[in-house]
């Protein structure tokens, strides 16, 4: 691939699979009218739906319920807490004139108390984690059926869905001691890709590379860099002026929080894929100072997001589940 645009093929594979995504899920909670019923019959038996299966067994075996993710939530925030609270315990100080430390028991039994809690609230995260592991063993099996009964892929992001599938299947093997040098050269390769060009599979494979080489590696992904300068443009602004809205985390997963710039006149904020549609406005309060962003419906992919003030420069992030 070349570091144009993305191709024709590679849009209209990228398309239908997010189709055949939102239909998939729109008919789980409605009945569909008499074309989408028909559209959504007539993708059913292609690998589009294939994908989307795998997907949807990955995702129901590691997704939590409304009441786990409350309780993983909880814990962390206590086990933060906790740490917060260790830290600020002073049992044990030095006397610098005489060169000697002295233990403070009472300190010391406050702070080994909080360690027993903290040990405790590691350990049933640990557990409910444990569970999701469990399950998503007990489905590998369908996985792989599934995969391998996708065809072969004309386009480069079909190729590296299929491919990345397969790692993700290895990886979460519970033998799994690590990519083969092959397996990670391959991954590299797919990373490497602009994602406008590789498709979905290419933020699979970078967090899979992340984690074999536990390290952040950062991609120029020069084939939607055309669409960050339009954007910037449109609001006034040089495409290499940093933006003063601030995401985090980034890449975000279930949750996003935008910090807004101090004094801004923004009014709204547009969330826009990475082929310029929009996907959601943000409506902004007169000195509101931050707000969530609830990303863990959303689709993979890189993503901007773009202030109504033509002074401040859209920011670009990724969603990565």
């Not at 890189?302 to 969603?319: H, N």
């Amino acid at each position: 691939m070349g570091k144009g645009g993305a191709s024709g093929e590679e849009v209209e594979f990228d398309t239908k699979l997010k189709l055949y995504r939102h239909l998939n899920r729109l008919q789980d909670i409605t009945t569909l009218d008499e074309d989408l019923d028909s559209l959504y019959v007539s993708m059913s038996s292609t690998d589009f739906a294939k994908f989307i299966e795998f997907e949807d067994i990955y995702n129901e075996a590691v997704k939590f319920s409304e009441n786990e993710a409350a309780q993983k939530d909880q814990l962390s925030l206590d086990m933060e807490a906790l740490r917060g609270e260790m830290a600020a315990i002073e049992w044990y100080v030095v006397d610098t004139v005489a060169g000697e430390g002295n233990l403070i028991p009472s300190e010391k039994a406050a702070y080994d108390g909080k360690r027993a809690l903290l040990r405790q609230k590691v350990d049933d995260l640990a557990t409910l984690v444990a569970a999701k592991q469990s399950a998503l063993n007990s489905v590998l099996g369908n996985l792989a059926t599934v995969n391998n009964s996708i065809g072969a892929q004309a386009t480069m992001s079909g190729q590296n869905l299929q491919a990345v599938n397969g790692l993700l299947i290895q990886r979460y093997s519970p033998d799994f001691t690590g990519f083969s040098e092959s397996d990670v050269t391959l991954l590299t390769e797919i990373a490497e890709q602009c994602v406008g060009q590789g498709g979905e599979g290419v933020y699979i494979a970078r967090a899979l590379l992340a984690e074999q080489l536990m390290e952040s590696v950062e991609y120029a992904d020069e084939c939607i860099e055309e669409l960050t300068e339009r954007g910037s443009r449109a609001n006034g602004a040089e495409a290499t002026a940093p933006s003063a809205l601030k995401i985090m985390p980034n890449p975000a997963d279930d949750m996003a929080r935008v910090a807004l710039p101090h004094g801004h006149n923004i009014a709204h904020l547009s969330l826009m894929d990475a082929y310029g549609q929009t996907v959601q406005v943000f409506e902004v309060r007169p000195g509101q100072t931050s707000l969530n962003m609830d990303t863990g419906r959303m689709n993979p992919g890189i993503y901007f997001l773009v202030p109504s003030d033509k002074e401040e420069v859209p920011v670009r992030f990724i969603i990565a589940h």
